[in-house]
């Protein structure tokens, strides 16, 4: 799937991603390709993104954690998730 994150001080993410662990309001929940359409908000935690390829560190933003080579940790402070089409935007604080 495609992802992008996005706040409002920049972009911190876009790329294809397995699948992606967001902080819910109501609990931790996990978004797979091809999963069905979605829209929640989120609560301050921590996501973390399995990604489809391998990605380097320099290219990354600050605030982003690099596990590996194909796993993100973003720490947000809330924010709104939107999945359609197989397209992830987090619009995050």
Avoid: C, W
């Amino acid at each position: 799937m495609k992802l992008e994150v996005i706040t409002p001080e920049s972009n911190l993410y876009a790329g294809e991603a397995v699948s992606v662990s967001l902080p819910g309001v109501d609990g931790f929940f996990q978004i797979l390709n091809n999963h069905a359409p979605i829209i929640s908000t989120l609560k301050a935690g921590e996501m973390k993104v399995e990604l489809a390829e391998n990605v380097q560190e320099g290219t990354l933003s600050s605030s982003v954690k690099l596990e590996g080579q194909k796993t993100l940790r973003i720490s947000i402070n809330g924010g709104v998730a939107e999945l359609y089409n197989n397209k992830l935007i987090v619009l995050a604080e």
